[in-house]
Structures are given as C-alpha cells and as structure tokens.
C-alpha cells in the first residue's frame, strides 16, 4: 500500500526464481497478480510468463502493447518467444516478428507454422551439435569456448555433413568417457520422433521407453531441435491432469484463481451438455409414467439403479482412459479386454444385484419389487462396464479425447439403460 | 510355441531397454505374462522390475523363493533393491537382506525404515560427494576414476567435513566452468528437503521451484541420499493419474490387464460406499412418497435436479483438487475462493434453473411444478459448488486424500439436498 512496502516487496519477488514468481502470481486473484506484475523487473518478466500458465500469460499479455511485448521478448530465445507469440494476438504477433533479427525471425517463424498438437510447436532449438569423428576432449573446449550447452540439456546431438542426426552424446558419458577417444565410440542410437507427429504420439513414446529427451527431425531425418525432459514432465503433468479435469466436467485450462466471469463461462458448456442427458433420462422414465403412478416405491428406488451402474462405467472407463494414454490397448489385446471386463461386470453386477434386492426386500416387502430391481442392476452394471471400454476405444480411434466426451456418454448410457430396465420390467411384471 | 520361435522372441525381447521390457509385460494379461517372464535373461530382469508398477511387480515376485530374490536382487543397486523388497513377504525381505554385504544391507534397511510415503523411501543413495575448495578439473578426473557419475543424475552434491550438505555442483557448471577455479565459484544453494517429509510436500515444493533434484537431508542437513529428476518425474505423473483414478472411484493400483478376480476386488469397495450413499438419497426421496405418490411428474423430473447439482459440485471439486496438489491454497485465499464460487453457483444456478423451468414447463404445463422445480436446481448448484470447494479443503487439512473420498461425499451432498429441496418444495406448495 505504501511505497516502501511495494519497494521492500518488489525486492522479494524478484529474488525468487521465475518459477516461483510464477507460482505465486498463480496464488492470487486477477485483480492482485496484476498489482504484483507491476513490481516484477523487466528482465524477470519474460521467463516469468513462460514459467506461466496460458490462462496466466494470456491475462498479463492481453494488458501490453506490441512494444512492451517486443521488450519482453528480447530477453527470451527464440523458442521461449513463441509461448509469447502464440497468445497475443496476430497485429502484435506480426509487429514483434517483424522486428526480430533475420536469424530468430525464421526460427520463431518456423516454429510457429507447427499446429499446436505437433511436435515441431514444443521443440527447443537450442541443440549444440556436433561431428562423430571429433575427440571428446575437443568437444569440452568446445563448449567451454562456445557456451552453447546451456542448464537443463544434458545431451549433445551428433549430425553428418548434411545435419541428418546419427547419433547422441550424454553429457555423463562425455565426462566420464576417455577423453583421447572420438564421440562415435560414446554415442547412442538417436531415439527420435518426427516434427509433425503428434503430442499424443510424443508421450507414449517417451514414457515407454523412459526418454529423458527426445531429438526432433524432418522426413530426411535431418535434426531440427530437440524437447528436453523439462518440456516431457511439463506436457505430461499437463496430460494426465487434463484428463482428470475433463473427466469431471471441465475445461483443463480452468483455473482455481480466475474471475467469476470466465468461472461461469468455463463450467457452461459441460452443464449445458449434461442438461441435455439428463433430459434425455428423464424423457425414458416419462414413457413409464402409467407403472411410477401405480407404484411410487419405483420412482423411490430408481436413483440406486443409475447410480451402481454410472459407478462400474465410470471406474471401468478410469482404467480404460489411462490404457490409452499409456500406449497399453493394442490390436490383439481388445478382445481379451471386453472380455474381461463383461466378466467383471457380470460378477459384480450379481453380486450387488442380490445385495440391493435384499435391501429393497427389507423396506418394501414386495418380493416382485426386490426381483425387478435385482434384474435391473444386474443388466445395468454388466453393460455400463462394457460401455466404459467401448466408449473410451471408439472415441480415441476417431481421434477424440477419450476423457473429455467418455464421462458424459458412458452416463447417458447408464441412465438410460438402468431406467429403461427398471421401469420397463417393472411395467411387464408388476403393472397391473 | 515351438522352441525356434521361443529364442527368437527371447532375443527381440531381451535387446529392448529395461522400462521397454516392463511397458510390453504391462500390455499382456497376467497368464501371457508370465510366459513373457521367462524368456527374460536373469541380467535384465531385476531392471524390468523395477521399472515396472507396484501390480505386475508383485504378480511376478509372487512366485519367486528367497533364492530368486536374492538372484535379481544382486543386479541392483541398493536404492533399486528397496522397490522389489518392499513387495515380497517379510520373511523373503529378511533372508535376502541377511544375505547381503554390511555396507548394502545397512543401506537398505535404512530406506526400508520411513514410511511409504515418506521421501526418505524414494532417495537415491548414489550420491557424488565433493568438497567447495577442490578445482573443477580434479573433480572431472576423479570423476573419470571413479565412474561415480551415473546417467540420470546431473548434480554433484558439495559437503563439508561433517557430511553437512553446502552445496550443488551442475554437470552443466562443471562442463563450461573455468577449469582451474574452485568448486565454490560454481555451485548453487542446496535446495533440499527433509528425509521424513511427505512425498506430497515433495511434489508442490519441487513443481513450484521447477526443480530438476532435490537433494535429501536430516535434521542436521547431513546429506543422505537424492531425488533425481527422473523419480520426480515419475511420482508426478503417477500422483496426477491417482487423482483421476480416485475421482472415478477406484483405487489408484488397479491395472487395465489384472485378472478377474483382483478386478472384481479392487472396484467393490467403492460400489459398496457408493450403494450407502445412493440409499441415503433413496430415503430422502421415502420421506416424501405423499408428494410423489399424487404427482408423478416429480419422479419424472426428480433427477435432472440432482446430476445438475452433482455437476456443478464436481467441476468446482476438480480444480480445487488440481490447486492443492500446487499448493495455490493458501491461507489468505481461502475466503476469497469461497466467495467466488458462491457466486459463480449462484449465477450458473440462475441461468440454468430458468432453462429448465421453461423446459419443465413446456413438458408438463403447470407453474408450480416448474417454479419449486427452478428453485430446487438454483439451491443445489448453488450449494454443491461451495461444497466442491470446501470438501476438499477439509479434507485435505485432516491429511486425507481429497480426491479420494471428495467424489462419493459430493455426490452425496448433491443428492441430498437437490432431492429434498425438490420434494419438499413441492410438499409445501403443490401437495393437497
């Protein structure tokens, strides 16, 4: 409040690495995290927005115009820049570009021709190359001369005269390795993806075989930039706690400390399509009318039956949806999967069938009730099973997030088919 | 099949790397496994196992003696160790740490001391030591010796005479840095953390700094072992995954290729805690059977109310889940968050307990039931997000998991209230 305080402040901050500066705009509500951008330092600010989350940046870079983004972007490299470039808009975007030096102009450039699910958008460019026949002690002077191998990139690319990579170097073997020895007797087989596969593609590739990097290259297998384990933990983080917000109903770049406004907008379309299930739900016990009005321990009961089986589809679809992203469901296993899982559906469903039966038995005391809502589980837990592989299977081979729509399809089907079992046993055995 | 095709599936298997090995095991049911298991040479195996998860780990070790044990076992390292002791019976751990050198078994024992989810359990004990007053070069010679420096760890830990940790050096620093000055002038603050620690303090301090390690200390700030990038890495993903898991309602450990019977295990529980609460909300509906019995359009429209609610409810839960795990919740926040999601419950609430009072009314042309209809939804929504924010919260100050048990008490809560604001405004002014 007083400028001494905003000194005292200011000189806290901006001792914390961009990280934590990050993090604790993330703490603070729109409002606030604007008065304290104001006290960070002009040269703290860039990697501060690229430590940032989109939401985040987006706020802080929605205020700026083209100069002080251009400021901002000169503390940054050229792939750091396009974190900046990608969410402000296109004018600024053109005006910063513009005035970049030929060098970052064609790099950033480049990078930003990539879609944002493609590799080549995430590459960093700064690789230190170098040639296969060279002596690792030449290779340390190098480096030490050049500063090119910068915290946080641990290997060294090996190229042939036409930058086609041939190979890697670790920084460890580089250390411990005999000095007088050449690269080639050091390097490791390039692990590599191209530049135009698929984020989706990137993670399953690096978790199975626990890459800590990953060399990008063109269709000539020509080194274009590499991601480093950073961008790997980072993406995949990101992944798996998307798949957990979408699950739930919710878009994965909501954030805890936005406004009211974009809180209300965020959480509409989920409600909107949720809405139209429920109705939809609601319309199938609608056609029963005649049976809920003849025996009101129906309508008492009916929630249980949707429940147990959104529960076995929801837990089924859980496994199904972490299968997928851990590159686990391929082609000779499916079968064995719906197998599996109709069994397990078949077994629980009995089981908490006879379970629910008895409890209906015990409150109402009608055995053709405790029958009808028996059945009713039973079918409904057996399907919504098999329903939480199918769904996530189909949805991920046409290409969609298997999270995001899986939720609210595999409810739909368990409402529906639970309802429509219940109410209509019910109608053919008890309606009189 | 035939003994031909047995080798040269052997061979392709065996010249994979290890966490290759373990992600293929992982994509096989357990019977197919097991096959799969033997093909792997005695070398490679103790590597797959400890790049496998804690399910097939113990899938495979199940039917290992003592001696098998011990077999894998003497391939690893002591940290390496911990993972496949942890997971045999008491007796084999015993027999196989007996048969171990002093220096290995003290090591051992001493991780197999903390708790398992304390961060001591997860340290790597291949530490490099050097002191601050010893030249780079030096160190990069005693480093060539000595093979000290394995792949996966990029810093060297800086003591003095007392084992007091003082100090990081980066391989980076020791690569680029002048090689004739002193340690001192290259290396960093420690940023380390306690042995007894939980792992969840781990992951909010070390995702909020971005750190690449943490060294571990104990309350003197000797130096005992370290988190690598790698495991943090690993702990982070998995963390993000068992909120997904436990938010669908199963229990993180459960695996898409268990067997049937573990299937049917690991779902019951839920299914079970879930059957309580969806008869919890069966007898708020029982205490209104007079209402239900003389409208049944009530029992038509009951469950639109609650799956809004429990939407509303669920979304607010999901980021406040994903802000704990970052530690953004902190004291002064808490009020303001609150605040917010009262509002945004209130005005979704509003826009969409109109809609749905016009739908309801469109359907059923009368303006009670799509008045106390309205009502009924804005209370839930309204109620069910604060209730997302504060269960967790809760929760998670007693040290419970709140993604685990903040699902089923929210659906609960939803359900609860939207069924009794529904049936009992309806007993107030529709019931005759």
Known sequence: VEEADDKQTADFINDLTAAEIARLLSAFPPKERVALWALITPEN?????????????????????????????????????????????????????????????????????????????YMNLDTVTIRADVRLEVIQRYLRISGGLKHGNHDLMVVDIDGVLVGTLNVIDLLNGEQSAQVSE???????????????????????????????????GVL????????????????????????????????????????????????????????????????????????????????????????????????????????????????????????????????????????AHLWFENSAISTVIGAAIWINMAIASIAGVIIPMVLHRMGQDPALSGAVILTTVSDVVGFMSFLGLATVFILQ
């Open 45 to 121: 600010r860039g990697h501060v927005l690229v430590a940032s989350s989109d939401n985040i940046r987006e706020q802080l870079l929605s205020q700026m115009g083209a100069k002080a983004v251009l400021r901002i972007c000169r503390t940054l490299s050229s792939s750091d820049m396009v974190w900046i470039l990608s969410v402000v808009n296109d004018t600024i975007a053109e005006a910063v570009t513009l005035a970049l030096d030929n060098e970052q102009r064609e790099q950033v450039q480049s990078v930003l021709a990539y879609d944002e699910d493609q590799v080549g958008r």
């Open 186 to 220: 050091y390097m490791n087989e390039p692990q590599s993806i191209f530049d135009t596969a698929s984020v989706d593609e990137l993670m399953v590739y690096s978790r199975a075989a626990h890459l800590n990097f990953v060399p990008v290259v063109d269709g000539e």
């Open 224 to 359: 274009l930039g590499q991601i480093n384990a950073e961008d790997i933990n980072e993406l995949s983080i990101e992944r798996a706690e998307a798949t957990m917000m979408n699950m739930a109903g919710i878009g994965e770049n909501s954030e805890l400390f936005s406004g009211i406004r974009s809180g209300v907008q965020n959480r509409s379309t989920w409600l909107g399509i949720n809405l139209i299930t429920a109705f939809l739900a609601t319309w199938v016990i609608g056609q029963f009318e005649e049976v809920l009005a003849q025996v009101v321990a129906l309508a008492i009961l009916m929630p249980v039956v949707a429940s147990m089986g959104g529960i076995a589809g929801s837990q089924t679809l859980a496994i199904t949806v972490r299968g997928l992203a851990m590159g686990q469901i391929v082609g000779s296993n499916r079968s064995w999967l719906l197998n599996k899982e109709l069994w397990i559906g078949l077994i629980n469903g009995l089981v908490w069938a006879l379970v629910v039966a008895l409890l």
